[in-house]
């Protein structure tokens, strides 16, 4: 994961504006249907462009979805990539006779149980029209995901499906951030 300056960066900013751009922009409607274009450039301010054109457009409802769906709708993935996660990485940790594999895979365990918390306050954040803490809590969960993989910047290099996992959860958290960034104007 490269992009930790960046993230940082994001993250000071924002701190730096509380809420006062939330005051000011939740009055707007997000009521438009999305456009190709519109999609095309949300997805190239994402970790992974391609990797997001082709999450929101398995979304079945794409052709009539606004901007506020398609965060929920990607929420759901953000969700269901940890849920998914979670116990595998629990299991690694388990499993893991090597010392400094099972530290690792543990410190994992911690990074995935911070970043299902911020996950859970996403939706109920998003019904709010509080996209600054949508904002926030997406970006705090990629930096726990990256967290968990700068635990094998150093080898021996991680032999489990965990990497990919991180980096599906990475990019999902990523668009939810491109998102919230949008629909804060
Ligand atoms: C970006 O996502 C695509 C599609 O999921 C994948 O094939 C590709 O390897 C990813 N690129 C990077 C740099 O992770
Ligand atoms: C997100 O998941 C919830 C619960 O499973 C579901 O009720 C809702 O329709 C989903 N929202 C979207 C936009 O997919």
């Not at 457009?57 to 993935?77: E, V």
């Not at 410190?107 to 918390?117: K, N, P």
């Not at 965990?162 to 958290?173: H, S, V, Y």
Request: aromatic fraction near 8%; charge should be negative.
């Amino acid at each position: 994961m490269t992009s930790h300056i960046s993230i940082i960066t994001i993250l000071s900013i924002l701190l730096m504006f509380p809420y006062i751009t939330t005051q000011l922009y939740v009055a707007q409607s997000w009521d438009n249907k999305i456009t190709y274009d519109k999609l095309k450039d949300l997805c190239s301010n994402t970790q992974n462009s391609s990797f997001c054109f082709q999450t929101l457009k398995s979304n079945p409802r794409i052709a009539t979805t606004n901007l506020r769906d398609l965060a929920a709708y990607t929420i759901n993935l953000t969700s269901d990539s940890a849920q998914q996660t979670l116990p595998i990485v629990k299991l690694l940790a388990e499993q893991a006779t090597d010392p400094q594999l099972n530290a690792r895979y543990t410190s994992c365990v911690a990074s995935y149980d911070t970043a299902t918390g911020y996950i859970a306050t996403l939706m109920g954040s998003l019904g709010n029209g509080d996209y600054h803490s949508v904002l926030v809590d997406a970006t705090l969960v990629m930096l726990n995901v990256g967290d968990c993989e700068q635990q094998f910047n150093t080898p021996p290099v991680d032999p489990s499906q965990l990497p990919e996992r991180n980096r599906n959860l990475f990019n999902l958290a990523s668009i939810v951030a491109e998102i919230a960034l949008e629909l804060l104007g």
